[in-house]
């Protein structure tokens, strides 16, 4: 069986060798998805992650929801205590460089929020499988912050990223559900 270090580094060779074109066409046909979905609709305040490399594209996500008048908040992550906090953004001028090249909020210009106040989450991760089974990339972050609050979960991934089967151990948690260019998978 393939191990989750196995599936992480085989994702990241797809992940590479999709093109810039077909990773933004893929990402618009997800966002056209979620943005037209009634959970996004009826959500106010939105968390997102602000997306890296070939992850979908959150950037439209956000612009979206700020046109939209929703709060949109982003995770500073700790990675000593593997635990992340979430901060509203209403500009991308109040992200910062963090480590392993992500953007996080910067803690001066942005207010923290209450978790309890999310209303919906957009869970990034490498690969999931239909059952809502979710790899990330090995800190544990999502799985220490979700147990925590009561709004439905969403991934968005690209067609490589749903695969037959991601091996999981007691403490990972389900996503609700997964978007992917053809729609939503459950
Ligand atoms: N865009 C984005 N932001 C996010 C996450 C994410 O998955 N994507 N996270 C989701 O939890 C949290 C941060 N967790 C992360 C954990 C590891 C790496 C990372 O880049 N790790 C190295 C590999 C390290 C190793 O080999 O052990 C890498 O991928 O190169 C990035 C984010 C919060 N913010
Ligand atoms: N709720 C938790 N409490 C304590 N330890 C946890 C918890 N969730 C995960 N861990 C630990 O964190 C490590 C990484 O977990 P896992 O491989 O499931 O990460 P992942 O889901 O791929 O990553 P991420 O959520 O950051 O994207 C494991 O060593 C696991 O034991």
């Known amino acids: 069986m393939l191990t989750k270090k196995d599936i992480r580094n085989e994702m990241s060779?797809?992940?590479?060798?999709?093109?810039?074109?077909?990773?933004?066409n893929w990402s618009k046909e997800i966002a056209d998805h979620l943005v037209s979905s009634s959970l996004w609709k009826e959500s106010g305040v939105i968390a997102l992650t602000v997306s890296r490399g070939k992850e979908v594209d959150t950037y439209c996500l956000i612009e979206t929801a700020w046109k939209q008048g929703k709060k949109v908040v982003v995770p500073r992550a700790d990675f000593k205590q593997k635990r992340m906090s979430f901060f509203e953004i209403t500009s991308f001028n109040q992200l910062e460089?963090?480590?392993?090249?992500?953007?996080?909020?910067?803690?001066?210009?942005?207010p923290s929020i209450d978790p309890q106040k999310i209303?919906?989450?957009?869970?990034?991760?490498?690969?999931?499988?239909?059952?809502?089974?979710?790899l990330g990339f090995g800190g544990g972050f999502y799985d220490r912050f979700l147990p925590k609050i009561k709004a439905q979960t969403i991934a968005l991934a690209l067609p490589c990223q749903v695969i037959p089967f991601?091996?999981?151990?007691?403490?990972?948690?389900?996503?609700?559900?997964?978007?992917?260019?053809?729609?939503?998978?459950s």
């Open 13 to 24: 060779r797809k992940l590479d060798s999709i093109s810039a074109e077909k990773w933004k």
């Open 166 to 185: 991601v091996p999981t151990e007691p403490h990972d948690c389900l996503i609700d559900h997964i978007i992917s260019p053809a729609g939503f998978l």
């Open 97 to 110: 460089e963090g480590p392993y090249n992500l953007k996080e909020p910067n803690v001066e210009s942005c």
């Open 119 to 134: 209303e919906l989450v957009i869970v990034p991760g490498l690969a999931f499988d239909k059952n809502g089974s979710r």
